[in-house]
């Protein structure tokens, strides 16, 4: 089994920066595809990013393009979001996720994600 742990999260203004943090144990994780999905009171799950294996291949929803960066270090089992220009709507608990194999086609599932962690809170209010 995988377990995953969020950390990072907090209370931010608009326009401010935010790193998350999910740090993987158990089984190797170095080949799995890890993902970030965020889901805000009211609303289903929702895809944020993804970042493959080795680094070379990120993914992100239009709403983060270009102010969320992928990251991870396998050396250290742990994948990270670096959150800028933040706005209210991307107010949410944002949850690592973990699968191994998974194709770039179906890398934005919510469903095709096999480990989760248990979420931190990310608030963007002024």
């Known amino acids: 089994q995988v377990q995953l742990v969020e950390s990072g999260g907090g209370l931010v203004q608009p326009g401010d920066s935010l790193r998350l943090s999910c740090a993987a144990s158990g089984r190797p994780f170095s080949r799995y595809i890890m993902a970030w999905f965020r889901q805000a009171p009211g609303k289903e799950r929702e895809f944020v990013s993804f970042i493959d294996w080795s680094g070379g291949e990120t993914y992100y929803a239009d709403s983060v393009k270009g102010r969320f960066t992928i990251s991870r270090d396998n050396a250290k089992n742990t994948v990270y979001l670096q959150m800028s220009s933040l706005k209210p709507d991307d107010t949410a608990v944002y949850y690592c996720?973990?699968?191994?194999?998974?194709?770039?086609?179906?890398?934005?599932?919510?469903?095709?994600?096999?480990?989760w962690g248990q979420g931190t809170q990310v608030t963007v209010s002024s």
């Open positions: 996720a973990a699968a191994p194999g998974v194709s770039r086609w179906y890398a934005t599932d919510v469903n095709r994600y096999n480990y």
